[in-house]
């Protein structure tokens, strides 16, 4: 039994579990229903690509900074912060281009430059930004100290709340006639995502202060966020799990007393019940209230009021997303590494246009992204984001990932080719730079984070939002709030939810015990290992061979048993620095674990393959994935470049096999062909060389082989894995000869 259970490992949920174990040495599970710890701190790789899905910058994060102080505690002192140059964001309109310093002297004085008559009103705004945010640090700090004291905060609250709880549009109209600086003092409204007619200024002053004095960004890229985080709370005996889908909230006699989860680890899902006296939700409010908590009885008649107040403010703004893979540093275009926002026009509350305008492939705004330039990786990357309704894409709300159809992927292909169209006119040369897209949609948000309609902000920041009960402490005895829902949107506003929920867990001194502790700075005394969670194996190198140019077979000893897994799931390798690379599993022989590894992109994990000898010692966690055959009895065509022929090989062997079932193998050159090289079992064999003409292989892509493939599109599944690109490529030309069953797996 542990001494506390979070739902979700978004910052804000890893921030709560990190407070009890590091303050107070509790015992915390972290159940996270992604395979990737995080939440929207986590990242994705593509072929040596990396990008950050929601941790884009931060702010305040200057040395000695209160933030700074919780994350350097949080992390053991473990995260590297760079500062992202000036201009941490640059706005582009029709006839305006305007770069914001990392200096609030300095961006009011270029301000008054650019429209001197406003000069009285803009100074007057700055000041209104720093009056306003002293009204936002109350509304933090009401939720972490006892309830005794909340009252006397809410009511200094109310004398000075005033024009913070009016809208921003409001605020802006009362003080600026020109529409071209409202329409800029405007344009961060992406981070907080409500447009200037819906959001209260208080959302927008906390946005701006936040990075008046600049930005900073994670060395190494965001994941490190969890990583880092998770050590402090595996050390006090509690783990981080993932794959853990949480289904129900367990109350009895009025206390929350556990959950009821289903463990999509192993090859078979399991339910689970895990109980502790305290349960923390970082899943979302709706999510909580409406679906993981019963909403009738006595605990429904408790809750009723904030599911009404939630209905009241209703759902936030959902986004799609551009991902870039680069061929080369973005620098050598001018980038930076600050953001861009760019917009065709001075209108940011004309929200059924812009997002009609976006699903024709015409998007009217985006906010441009560089994280490879920020966080030091040497594959370039850059993100494209814009806002939309995400009823557009309740058509395919019920069909499986990665195989939503051909007219989902034609509405992506639209809608990433004009976001790249709209950015190459704020930063010319980006389109000739890339080398790889992938869009993701409102369906790929709600899939990995389960917030309704894939409203990544939260809960919105409306006024409703601010009069409304929200905040850490729930009706259910308890049960807790942690989050964004807790605290505010964005990732810092996450956090200070965080922390909110982990003060009122700890009672009355909690809040002083939690400055106390980070005042003091992290613990030194931990041991250097730990015992490890379930799933977590601590394992050596055995055996390593080369099998062709950059292509490794590997095969490690894990320590204990490895348990039940299916041909298709992969493992997660720590490969240092708190980095982490998922690899297919290519085989399991006791306690030895093979995989096949590529050193092509040259990345961390690369080089740990190319520099570990039999003897290294790693940690180990498996099985994860649902990439494993389906027993449907069609039959099966399977389709590999590279390593991705990895996750079949044991699937050759399992049941289910037909004698007309074939593997269409893709390589370069006759010398990269693994099929030759292996003596793992294995179907009819079709070989496309790219490179040049070998006996017996087809000249081409694997794509060539597929265009005349004949096969029955209802009665054939395919499963394709291995680069990216011939995936997405595969992928699209299997849409459009009619294929019905699709299984992916880029990598």
């Known amino acids: 039994m542990y001494d506390a259970i979070v739902i979700g490992s978004g910052i804000g949920g890893l921030t709560t579990a990190g407070l009890l174990a590091r303050v107070a040495g509790r015992r915390v599970l972290v159940l996270e229903k992604h395979t990737e710890p995080g939440g929207l701190t986590h990242t994705f790789r593509r072929d040596g690509f990396s990008w950050d899905v929601g941790l884009h910058y931060i702010g305040q994060l200057e040395p000695g900074s209160p933030l700074r102080a919780y994350l350097d505690y949080l ?170 889908d949480v289904q129900e909230i367990l109350v009895e006699n ?135 309704d995400a009823d557009a894409f309740k058509a395919w709300r019920n069909t499986p990932r990665g195989n939503r159809g051909a007219d989902y992927s034609a509405l992506k292909r639209r809608i990433g080719n004009g976001l790249i169209d709209l950015a190459e006119t704020a930063v010319p040369g980006l389109k000739d730079l890339i080398d790889y897209v992938e869009v993701s949609t409102p369906l790929t948000v709600e899939h990995y984070t389960s917030h309704p309609q894939g409203a990544f902000y939260g809960i919105p920041g409306t006024p ?6 929200l905040g850490p402490v729930t009706p259910v005895e308890g049960l807790y709030l942690s989050g964004q829902d807790a605290g505010s949107c964005g990732i810092a506003g996450a956090m200070m939810g965080g922390v909110a929920a982990a003060c009122q867990i700890l009672g009355l001194k909690g809040f002083m015990e939690i400055r106390a502790a980070i005042t003091s700075g992290p613990r030194t005394t931990t041991p250097s290992e730990w015992p490890l969670p379930e799933g977590k194996h601590r394992a050596t190198l055995s055996a390593k061979r080369h099998l062709t140019e950059s292509i490794w077979e590997v095969c490690f000893d894990v320590d204990d048993e490895i348990g039940d897994w299916a041909p298709g799931q992969f493992a997660r390798i720590h490969v240092g620095n708190d980095a982490w690379r998922d690899y297919s599993i290519a085989g399991v022989d006791g306690h030895q674990v093979r995989f096949l590894i590529s050193a092509r992109t040259r990345g961390q994990g690369s080089r740990f393959v190319e520099a570990a000898e039999p003897g290294t010692r790693t940690t180990i966690e498996l099985p994860l994935g649902q990439f494993t055959p389906v027993p449907s009895g069609r039959r099966r065509v399977f389709v590999a470049t590279g390593t991705g022929l990895a996750p079949f090989l044991p699937m050759f062997t399992a049941p289910g096999n037909r004698d007309d079932d074939i593997l269409i193998f893709g390589c370069r050159t ?4 693994l099929t030759a090289l292996l003596p793992d079992p294995m179907p009819t064999v079709l070989r496309c060389i790219s490179r040049e003409d070998v006996d017996g292989a087809l000249r081409g892509r694997v794509t060539n082989a597929l265009e005349t493939l004949d096969f029955d599109p209802a009665g054939t599944d395919f499963y394709l894995c291995g680069s990216s690109a011939m995936v997405a490529d595969g992928m699209a030309l299997l849409e459009s000869r009619g294929a019905e069953h699709l299984f992916t797996e880029p990598y």
């Open 75 to 244: 992390s053991g002192d473990e995260l590297v912060w760079n500062r992202v140059p000036d201009a941490y964001d640059r706005f582009v309109y029709p006839g305006i281009d305007f770069s914001a310093p990392s200096d609030p002297a300095e961006y009011q004085r270029k301000l008054i430059e650019a429209f001197p008559a406003e000069a009285r009103a803009i100074r007057r705004y700055f000041r209104d930004i720093r009056n306003v945010n002293r009204w936002n640090t109350l509304n933090f700090i009401k939720h972490m100290v006892p309830g005794t004291v909340a009252p006397l905060l809410r009511g200094i609250q109310r004398i000075s709340g005033r024009m913070a709880l009016g809208t921003t549009q409001r605020y802006l109209k009362r003080r600026f006639r020109s529409p071209r600086l409202r329409a800029l003092l405007a344009s961060q409204w992406g981070d907080y995502g409500l447009p200037p007619s819906l959001s209260t200024f208080a959302t927008h002053a906390m946005i701006v202060g936040h990075y008046l004095n600049g930005a900073w960004f994670p060395e190494g890229g965001s994941a490190r966020v969890a990583r880092t985080f998770e050590k402090g709370i595996e050390r006090a005996g509690g783990a981080v799990r993932v794959a853990q």
């Open 670 to 673: 006759g010398e990269d062909d």
């Open 464 to 469: 409703e939002r601010y009069r409304s009960p």
């Open 254 to 388: 009025g206390r929350a007393v556990g959950v009821r989860v289903l463990d999509r680890r192993g090859p078979v899902t399991q339910e689970r019940i895990h109980r502790a006296p305290v349960v923390i939700s970082s899943a979302g409010a709706p999510v909580t209230f409406f679906d993981l908590l019963p909403t009738d009885g006595p605990v429904g008649a408790a809750t009723a009021g904030l599911r009404d107040a939630i209905r009241r403010i209703g759902t936030g703004t959902s986004a799609v997303t551009a991902y870039l893979g680069l061929r080369d540093d973005p620098r050598g275009i001018g980038v930076t590494g600050g953001n861009v926002w760019v917009s065709r026009d001075l209108d940011h509350d004309d929200l059924p246009g812009q997002f009609t305008a976006l699903l024709s492939g015409s998007p009217k705004n985006a906010f441009v992204s560089f994280p490879s330039v920020k966080s030091g990786e040497t594959h370039h990357t850059a993100e494209i984001i814009s806002f939309v």
